[in-house]
């Protein structure tokens, strides 16, 4: 395998990101280690984690090579469920008001209370499964371009969702916010029903999300507008299916009632400020080894 012998034993753009994360996160332990539970195994997780990437950046051979290219998938989901455990753990409460407060200053009413006039089951179901797809959906672009080996492509494709990640993360941490289908409960006057598979799609999602506080900015958004841009890479077919699910997805997002709109526009916000600033970023922290030739950025 020419990639594996050819590695560059340095540490790659989306090592940078992961590890200047994982420094913060560590800092933020120590700050906060009394407030914080399980504090000892967050240590240890973001320290191994760290070493892992370390000796992975240094070692040739498959495994490693395998590694390398693919460990920011887990640890960026690990970190994500800490998330509950860090933010629960130093505030004592969330932004759920006042983000509710702008919706209603915008709008003239709770915009999760006055879609109830056009909920149906089938519509409802829909998007339900729209939204349920989303981290498939932004996870296939850099799996397709891993089977196209199409490698360079797909390094700079995880940098660019990984740091959407870690960017929706850092809100979080500003602002916590549950949601409208917590925050608003009481204002709902009809609940939400499915045709076939509703239910069971929202009970799962509300068990692995529901103790998060991971509302502002939308990563729903956010990631889905990153993935629609990276489909350019692959084909304009996919990009315009892209196009048609992140139009759906949005919408999908207040319907649902997992997002206030302003949690749409900072998502969207937070997107577009990645897009332009990603290849700059990308180039700057892969040094010179990253000649023109082999810029995965350089043009479309």
């Known amino acids: ?79 994500y469920r800490e998330m509950a455990i860090l933010i629960s753990a130093v505030w004592n409460s969330s932004a ?45 672009v850099p799996f397709i371009l891993w089977g196209q080996r199409r490698y360079k492509e797909f390094r700079y494709c995880a940098f660019l969702l990984s740091l959407g990640f870690l960017a929706c993360y850092a809100g979080y941490m500003v602002v916590p916010a549950r949601g409208p289908r917590f925050f608003l409960q009481d204002f709902q006057h009809i609940p939400l029903q499915g045709t076939w598979m509703f239910q069971a799609m929202q009970g799962s999602l509300d068990r692995l999300e529901s103790a998060h506080y991971d509302c502002f900015p939308s990563g729903h958004v956010e990631l889905t507008m990153l993935a629609w841009w990276s489909s350019r890479m692959i084909s304009k077919t996919l990009f315009r299916v892209y196009s048609a699910y992140t139009i759906c997805i949005i919408f999908a997002t207040v319907y649902l009632r997992y997002h206030y709109t302003v949690d749409l526009a900072a998502g969207g916000v937070v997107a577009v400020v990645l897009i332009l600033i990603a290849p700059d970023l990308y180039r700057r922290l892969s040094g010179p080894a990253l000649s023109g030739k082999e810029d995965p950025v350089g043009s479309d």
Request: aromatic share 18%; hydrophobic share 55%.
């Open 96 to 140: 759920d008001g006042h983000l509710a407060d702008l919706d209603f200053a915008i709008w003239h009413a709770n915009p999760t209370v006055w879609l109830e006039r056009i909920q149906t089951p089938a519509f409802t179901e829909f998007l339900q499964i729209v939204y349920t797809l989303f981290l498939p959906v932004a996870l296939l």
């Open 1 to 79: 395998m020419a990639e594996v012998l050819n590695q560059d034993r340095r540490l790659w753009a989306v090592d940078k990101i992961i590890l200047t994360y994982f420094a913060g996160a560590v800092a933020f332990l120590l700050l906060f280690w009394n407030q914080i539970p399980q504090a000892w195994e967050l240590l240890v997780f973001h320290l191994a984690g760290a070493g892992f990437i370390v000796v992975a950046a240094r070692t040739h051979s498959r495994a490693t090579w395998y590694f390398h290219n693919w460990y920011p998938l887990p640890f960026v989901g690990a970190c």
